[in-house]
């Protein structure tokens, strides 16, 4: 097992670690299927962060736990490190877990209460068959020492540690079979505003020390510019605009990526009263009947003719800036 301080970066962060093509996963409910996902396609080179961000119920939490497949996927490909992990058998998968990890967005739920930290940290350990005996105390020290936590807490229970603290033990966990590649699923979400600047930069330093790759999901748009290079937008079960973090902050382009960025307080009192804030006015299409075209033109105060008619596709308007409206 190759330990957690002794990894490095790798050496090309060009490469493509993960690539979805295609993306689809429906649920059967009583009312019809329910399209969370509906042709999604994204990258992720080696050694980045892709933020997703969108409204809740748009779809980014199901795209993380669809291409870790702790749900089976409805339609497409995804190919990590080049293998695609949708055509590899269950009994196979074992490999991918321990190089593919998930943060949850609830520190506690996601935390078995009867489990003492240590223990907790140390099942991925005992699943992959990674450490024994001395070898994986001394193991779970070290992951404690890396997310700012002492060794004495690995005897303590989750309920006697605040929120913070449960997510680093969290990643703690995720950490602990040496991973290339982590989806963050809102892991600040539920954490106080004090804390989830100490999170991030964590997060930050970890990637920085160890090369890791990062799906970062979240609503908060300020916060994903902050950790993401390169940002993506879902709306209703699909991807409307995807840039640079610069890029989009600076030139977005669809009319719900204005409106999100539009809802960012800026510190400055004199800019702040200088802005506009764009409100969306009318309803979420249903995800189970989303209308024909365009699904945002519901919402959309620049909707034309051709958006209630033709569906937008993502094209490229430069700068490796994708966005689907007909209006770009």
């Given at each position: 097992?190759?330990?957690a301080?002794?990894?490095?970066?790798?050496?090309?962060?060009?490469?493509t670690?993960?690539?979805v093509?295609n993306?689809?996963?429906?649920?059967?409910?009583?009312?019809?299927?329910l399209?969370a996902?509906d042709?999604?396609?994204?990258?992720i080179?080696?050694?980045?962060t892709?933020g997703?961000?969108?409204?809740?119920g748009?779809?980014?939490t199901?795209?993380?736990?669809?291409?870790?497949?702790?749900y089976?996927?409805?339609?497409?490909?995804m190919?990590?490190?080049?293998?695609?992990?949708?055509?590899?058998h269950?009994?196979?998968?074992?490999p991918?877990?321990?190089?593919?990890q998930m943060?949850?967005?609830?520190?506690?739920a996601?935390?078995?209460?009867?489990?003492?930290?240590?223990?907790?940290?140390?099942?991925?350990l005992?699943?992959?068959?990674?450490?024994?005996?001395?070898?994986?105390?001394?193991?779970?020290?070290?992951?404690?020492?890396l997310?700012g936590?002492n060794?004495?807490?690995a005897?303590r229970?989750?309920?006697e540690?605040?929120?913070?603290q449960?997510?680093?033990?969290?990643v703690?966990?995720?950490?602990?079979?040496?991973?290339?590649?982590?989806?963050?699923?809102?892991?600040?979400?539920?954490?106080?505003?004090s804390i989830?600047?100490?999170?991030?930069n964590?997060?930050?330093?970890?990637?920085?020390r160890f090369?890791l790759?990062?799906?970062?999901?979240?609503h908060d748009?300020?916060?994903v510019?902050?950790?993401s290079n390169?940002?993506a937008?879902?709306?209703?079960?699909?991807?409307?605009?995807?840039?640079?973090?610069?890029?989009l902050?600076?030139?977005p382009m669809?009319?719900?990526?204005?409106?999100?960025?539009?809802?960012?307080?800026i510190?400055?009192?004199?800019?702040e009263?200088?802005?506009?804030?764009i409100?969306?006015e009318?309803?979420?299409?249903s995800?189970?009947n989303?209308?024909?075209?365009?699904?945002?033109?519901?919402?959309?105060?620049?909707?034309?003719?051709?958006?209630?008619?033709?569906?937008p596709?993502?094209?490229?308007?430069?700068?490796?800036?994708?966005?689907?409206?007909?209006?770009?």
């Open positions: 097992m190759m330990s301080v002794n990894a490095v970066k790798p050496e090309s962060a060009t490469d670690l993960v690539k093509s993306l689809k996963k429906y649920f059967d409910t009583e009312n019809g299927i399209k996902v042709d999604v396609s994204f990258h080179e080696r050694g980045e892709l997703l961000v969108g409204e809740s748009c779809g980014k199901t795209v993380g736990r669809t291409i870790t497949r702790l089976e996927p409805t339609g497409g490909a190919f990590f490190d080049g293998v695609d992990i949708f055509k590899t269950e009994s196979d998968l074992k991918f877990r321990s190089k593919a943060i949850f967005q609830d520190p506690y996601s935390l078995n209460p009867r489990m003492t930290v240590g223990d907790i940290i140390g099942e991925p005992d699943i992959h068959k990674l450490a024994r005996g001395q070898e994986r105390t001394d193991r779970i020290f070290e992951l404690l020492d997310v936590l060794r004495e807490h005897n229970y989750p309920h540690f605040s929120g913070g449960r997510q680093r033990i969290g703690a966990r995720a950490l602990a079979v040496s991973p290339s590649f982590i989806i963050c699923d809102e892991p600040i979400s539920a954490l106080d505003v989830q600047a100490q999170v991030v964590m997060l930050e330093d970890l990637q920085n090369g790759t990062y799906l970062f999901i979240a748009l300020s916060m510019k902050h950790i390169r940002v937008v879902m709306y209703l079960g699909k991807i409307v605009e995807t840039a640079f973090s610069n890029e902050y600076d030139h669809h009319p719900y990526t204005k409106a999100l960025l539009s809802a960012i307080p510190p400055d009192p004199a800019v009263r200088q802005r506009t804030r409100i969306l009318g309803d979420v299409p995800p189970i989303p209308p024909p075209g365009c699904r945002f033109k519901t919402r959309c105060s620049e909707v034309m003719d051709i958006c209630h008619a033709q569906e596709l993502l094209k490229d308007v430069g700068g490796k800036h994708q966005v689907a409206c007909h209006r770009a």
